[in-house]
């Protein structure tokens, strides 16, 4: 069995972790603190997709 260590219990190590599980690998998930406490705590778990740069979609008209 393949192991590895996810750094950080937040939104997406979690989900990494998850992930690799269901792929067969053998995780341990490793955080300061409880998981979803920091930065996923922070902003409530929501990934902002129209706050990533590059914009998927211009913005402006003159853009268009």
Request: a positive charge; zero cysteines.
């Amino acid at each position: 069995m393949r192991d590895v260590l996810v750094l950080g219990a937040g939104a997406v190590g979690v989900s990494s972790a998850l992930h690799l599980q269901k792929r067969g690998w053998s995780v341990v998930l490793v955080d300061r603190l409880g998981p979803g406490r920091a930065t996923s705590y922070g902003n409530a778990g929501i990934i902002q997709s129209e706050a990533v740069e590059p914009y998927a979609m211009p913005r402006s008209w003159a853009a268009l």
